[in-house]
């Protein structure tokens, strides 16, 4: 998940830092409207659908004790122990998430490691499964707050499915406006629905206070031995209590590490311990209530008000989520896993509010396709789980890298640190893929479609380089040519915008070629993604003279940042390359790209590439270009 106000994936060096100077506090508050808001919304459902399960033909209050000590643990084992105490250790330049941790790894282990790259790519499609999921899941279980609603459950009912397909949609709809304005003020209403949540968990712990029984794990793993298969089943249910977990990792960049863990372990976990707590008081004392647990504990004079609260706090979850699916497109287009997507500001100031169109439209059609497949949010809890068990077991295997050559462990500590991580994650995995038949499949399928994107878009990528490299001229040979035979000199600067600065760029020879003309200064210029999110100022340029005619321009941004070329150019200046860019043409190459049956690619991997290709973003628009200055020359190339 991201910062909807100033995002981690794209927040810059200097507004970083200064948000650390806002204040302990503040920190700590913005990160509860943001870090835990998936998490937060996790007590309208979990309990009923862990409860659901365990109380068939089970005696019920081992059941519900039973319950509450695997939530209870489920907590402190994956969020406070794996995420708060342990990954969050293994940060990239303060940064986390699945793509920022397998560029750390790929910087550490020994040789550059394919399996790593692979596991990245898994975590980031399972990323984008959890966020179609995710907002479908949350305001659908708030909105279904109306049928229990006191006097009117039964006329509101119909009323369920329609509204939560409009707030969803206006959601999405005004994404493209950008949210900083209201941003500000999710902080204080999902801590006033964290005390909520407390409020409530106290009011019926009375109930019955030998829930507080339920803390011990002796009773979550005597209920899983008694009840055998059916306990590993509703372990499936119990995850739901954890999804958002990753969120601690992801978000640290903006927040830092000692305001999310103080607002954990201080304030949002004691509030939803407390509340579970309280629901399974009240399930003990009136049995009845397990059909609905959480809107059943909700006093009828505060109905109304807690159900709107439960709506604005899934609100912003699913803000949060979408902000994140937004900033993991913009990491993966960085690293190469996607083609260029129109990527827009919506925020003068700040950095990190973009805006994806295209990413935008596949979850909103995405989420309205979960809504009226699935209709309530009981058969959506069975397709939720399976990708944020999934992106989970890629992290911890990322951690191994990390324990083992970053921090520099021996092998059996490495395996140790992250095998019993990874053996919870198994366990919760193996119990959500019992869920297959009943949706789960459908974020598998979903990501497995992704992977194949990414990794058809990375070797086709590869291929192009590969011949463009081979069909080319070296650059140096080029410089002897043009020696040998001057060709006509026309006046300004002309910028080469290549992938290789080691070979003439396929616009510069076409423009030898066809125009027969060389510019008095020419740049070979060459962007660069870093392995790091950010990259300071003073080292974005490196300026590599080759000759008289020639000078090579390096640009290296981090994998969170958006390239804006001709203010990175403006730093050449205090290295004494001095250019107008009035007076400067910028030279494209444009590819045709055409399928060949007998290239590196399987046919239909050609078309999917290719595909890919027409959809990117122009390249203009991309690096932040001024379009008048722009020459694009094609050419063919097969794949």
Not at 573 to 593: C, E, H, N, P, W
Request: aromatic content about 10%.
């Amino acid at each position: 998940m991201a910062d909807p106000a100033v995002d981690a994936a794209g927040a810059s060096e200097g507004e970083r830092h200064s948000a650390h100077k806002e204040g302990f506090f503040a920190l700590a508050l913005g990160s509860v409207g943001v870090v835990f808001g998936d998490i937060g919304t996790s007590p309208l459902y979990a309990m009923r659908e862990a409860l659901h399960h365990a109380a068939e033909g089970l005696p019920l209050r081992e059941a519900v004790l039973g319950v509450v000590s695997l939530i209870t643990w489920a907590l402190i084992l994956i969020v406070t122990i794996k995420y708060v105490f342990f990954l969050m250790r293994a940060d990239n330049k303060g940064e986390g998430g699945t793509l920022a941790l397998m560029a750390l790894a790929q910087r550490f282990v020994p040789r550059r490691s394919g399996w790593v790259f692979l596991l990245g790519v898994m975590g980031a499609a399972l990323f984008y499964g959890d966020g179609i999921i995710t907002p479908a899941i949350s305001v659908l279980s708030a909105v279904e707050g109306l049928k229990d609603a006191p006097g009117l459950g039964h006329r509101l009912a119909p009323f369920v499915l329609p509204v939560s397909a409009g707030i969803l949609i206006a959601l999405f709809l005004v994404q493209s406006r950008g949210t900083a304005q209201v941003a500000r003020y999710f902080g204080p209403i999902t801590a006033v629905w964290f005390l909520v949540l407390a409020g409530l968990g106290v009011y019926h712990i009375a109930d019955d206070p030998s829930v507080f029984m339920g803390l011990s794990p002796h009773y979550g793993i005597i209920f899983l031995i008694h009840n055998g298969f059916l306990g590993f089943v509703i372990l499936g249910s119990v995850f739901l209590a954890v999804t958002g977990a990753e969120a601690l990792y992801a978000d640290m960049g903006h927040f830092g590490k000692r305001p999310i863990r103080a607002a954990w372990l201080f304030f949002v976990l004691p509030a939803l311990l407390l509340n579970y707590l309280g629901q399974g008081a009240m399930v003990l004392a009136e049995p009845a209530t397990r059909e609905n647990p959480f809107f059943r504990m909700i006093p009828e004079i505060a109905y109304w008000p807690v159900l709107l609260l439960a709506t604005v706090a899934t609100v912003i979850a699913s803000q949060a989520v979408i902000t994140g699916a937004f900033s993991m497109t913009q990491q993966a287009v960085s690293l190469g896993l996607f083609p260029r997507i129109d990527i827009r500001r919506t925020s003068e100031t700040q950095a990190g509010q973009i805006f994806v169109p295209p990413v935008n439209m596949m979850l909103l059609v995405g989420v309205l396709l979960l809504l009226f497949m699935f209709r309530e949010s009981s058969k959506l809890a069975a397709a939720y789980g399976i990708a944020v068990t999934g992106a989970m077991f890629v992290d911890t295997l990322l951690f191994f890298v990390i324990i083992r050559w970053m921090w520099k462990r021996p092998l059996w500590q490495a395996i140790l640190g992250a095998g019993v991580f990874g053996l919870i994650d198994v366990v919760f995995i193996s119990s959500n893929l019992l869920k297959i038949p009943q949706g789960a499949w459908l974020p598998l399928v979903m990501g497995a479609g992704l992977v194949l994107l990414m990794l058809t878009w990375r070797r086709g990528a590869d291929i192009l380089t590969a011949k463009s490299r081979r069909d080319s001229l070296p650059l140096a040979e080029l410089s002897d040519i043009l020696r040998a035979r001057a060709p006509h000199r026309a006046p300004g600067t002309a910028i080469f915008l290549t992938s290789d600065p080691d070979t003439a760029p396929v616009a510069l020879m076409h423009n030898l070629k066809h125009n027969k003309v060389l510019h008095e200064k020419n740049i070979i210029l060459t962007v660069h993604t870093a392995e790091t999110p950010r990259v300071a100022d003073d080292q974005r340029v490196r300026i590599e003279p080759v000759n008289d005619d020639f000078k090579k321009v390096h640009i290296t941004y981090g994998f969170m940042e958006t390239p804006n070329v001709p203010k990175a150019l403006g730093l050449c200046r205090k290295q004494g390359l001095k250019f107008d860019i009035m007076a400067t043409s910028f030279f494209l190459g444009r590819r045709s790209v055409v399928p060949s049956a007998h290239s590196g690619m399987p046919l239909w991997q050609d078309r999917v590439f290719i595909f890919l290709m027409k959809n990117a973003a122009n390249p203009t628009d991309f690096y932040k270009i001024p379009p008048g200055r722009v020459v694009e020359l094609g050419t063919q190339v097969t794949v």
